[in-house]
């Protein structure tokens, strides 16, 4: 049980008025502040960085151990993959009301999981650009029309994988020869029962799950589905 | 343009009745072959694993090279993250209908994100007792109430990473001391304009965008919010 006096910040969303009311309330004797807007103004200082050292590597992955030095004193020495620079894509094909799915073997799960095409965007290569490439490698379409829902990072404490959503659609036949080692089979997905997806035990990874969400509500905001 | 015939697989909805219409078409002169519920038949077979060897090896971290045979007989060496076999829970914790997120430094991007409590289960714990322990740790609360909204996996080609999502309500204050190396700012943001957290550009790790639309469901059913 806390005796202190803990402070919480209330952050209004960007689109909000400054209207949101203060409830002091008091459960166990202890008094919670909430201070609305607090949190716009008030800078979190970022600990320094006093050094950055590879302690392991393999061909893919390179770990590096960071020496961090809190604005309150702490020292710690947190791991991470070294950051690349590379942003990746992934795309949400649409087709005849349909989201277009792939099936790939992932041996982190030693299973076939279901999900969105998907892959690193080429040097030189617009996020567009690089998920035309991919769509037409591993779902053998092109795109004549492409729109960013977002971008979605990934266990940030030690990756700076940063994934471009795109949704594509005006799709036409194209097959580019990608490095995949067998063919990836495909699923249609009805646009009317979106959700449903959700109760498919290979479909959870949570770059897959928030597109899902995120094409969602960007066809609802256009009128083309209803919740 | 590809020539030769594509088959497509159409997954019917667990939920839904096998009456998903089957529309030929024929784009490019190429004949689009839709099979209705082929999938939930097919297995597809995976690869043999030949060969585990861990390649590289941190404090944190052990990198496994994986050799696979493929049933159409290609072979690779994929690598990944050595499987841990401990599960992670994520806290959607819900007061006074505010959802409570903490700001935490993630070196990854090197920068501090808004997210939700989380962190790993104990051996022992349940992931309702790991989401109580890690809910008092990082945000001061103790729940009487929780609940699990799903299971979310996290680029499953390189980890076995699954992250329970649990909302917590019927909160109680409560401390216990973790391992954090600064205290962990609250942000309280209100039910109400749940989705305008999207617009935050601090908040944008894929679970924690899951977790939003994940909770954001679960209270429309349960008619306490409207979307």
């Known amino acids: 049980m806390i005796r202190a006096m803990i402070g919480f910040l209330m952050r209004l969303p960007h689109n909000s008025v400054n209207t949101v009311s203060v409830q002091p309330r008091a459960d166990d004797g202890v008094y919670l502040r909430l201070i609305p807007g607090a949190l716009m103004t008030r800078q979190l200082q970022k600990p320094e960085i006093l050094n950055v050292e590879a302690v392991a590597r393999s061909r893919l992955f390179t770990v590096e151990a960071v020496d961090l030095a809190f604005s309150n004193g702490a020292r710690r020495v947190y791991e991470r993959m070294r ?7 992934m795309i949400v094909p649409i087709i005849d009301n349909h989201l277009i799915l792939i099936q790939e073997y992932a041996v982190g799960l030693e299973s076939y999981e279901l999900g969105f095409p998907k892959g690193l965007i080429d ?14 490698e591993e779902a053998g379409f092109g795109a004549h029309q492409l ?19 795109v949704v594509a659609e005006d799709l036409y036949l194209e097959k580019l020869e990608g490095d995949e080692p067998e063919p990836l089979p495909q699923v249609h997905w009805p646009l009317d029962n979106l959700l449903a997806l959700l109760d498919e035990p290979d479909f959870r990874e949570a770059r897959n799950v928030s597109a899902l969400f995120l094409v969602r509500e960007w066809l609802v905001k256009q009128g083309r589905l209803s919740y």
């Open 83 to 89: 950051p690349s620079g590379r942003e990746a894509v």
């Open 123 to 136: 040097p030189g290569e617009t996020p567009f650009e690089a998920a035309n490439r991919e769509l037409k």
């Open 147 to 165: 729109e960013q829902l977002g971008k979605l990072t990934m266990a940030p404490s030690y990756f700076s994988s940063q994934m471009n959503i």
